[in-house]
């Protein structure tokens, strides 16, 4: 955002003509050359624009090649990360799929069943917004849209599956 855009939006927001809920780039360690992810053992490098992490209160960090093997490791924690507890996360973070900037898991959209093809087949594509999602959905093909909370063992299943 450009220091006028942000200059005026400021100004409209402080006169309370518009409420602004800018979009948020986490800022969160990045994977190293050879971390690898912890579910299916890929190289995460090798694939930025796909990143999702799982964050400690420790600061340690684990990171997946996309969302669906987060999700994967979250719903098997202790296979995945032994001595790592579910209430000792601090953040989840997977990469928006339009702008590549890191995203509060929790508060994305997922699309599921689309044309977009992950580093490990078909993927979970994480979204900034619902209308981001819909209209992913309406050009790629894709069948679903779901929420952090919708999302269960069951539905990655179908989806390693190409069963949408």
């Known amino acids: 955002m450009t220091i006028m855009l942000r200059y005026w939006l400021t100004m409209l927001a402080a006169f309370g003509f518009v409420a602004i809920a800018a979009a948020q780039d986490i800022k969160v360690p990045q994977p190293g050359a050879k971390d690898l992810c912890p579910v299916c053992g890929m190289l995460i490098s090798k694939y930025p624009n796909w ?38 996360i601090s953040e989840l973070v997977v990469t ?27 993927e979970l594509i994480p979204l900034e917004t619902r209308a981001d999602a819909e209209e992913f959905l309406k050009d790629h093909k894709g069948k679903q849209i779901y929420t952090f909370e919708q999302i269960t063992p069951e539905l990655i299943t179908k989806i390693d599956n190409g069963k949408f």
Not at 56 to 67: M, N
Not at 99 to 107: F, N, Y
Request: glycine content about 10%.
């Open 51 to 88: 990143t999702a992490k799982v964050i400690y209160r420790d600061k340690s960090a684990h990171f997946f090649d996309g969302a669906k093997d987060m999700f994967k490791y979250l719903n098997e924690l202790e296979k995945y990360a032994t001595g790592h507890r579910k209430e000792n």
């Open 96 to 122: 928006e799929f339009y702008g590549l900037t890191k995203i509060d898991a929790r508060k994305a959209f997922y699309v599921s069943g689309s044309d977009v093809l992950g580093p490990m087949g078909h």
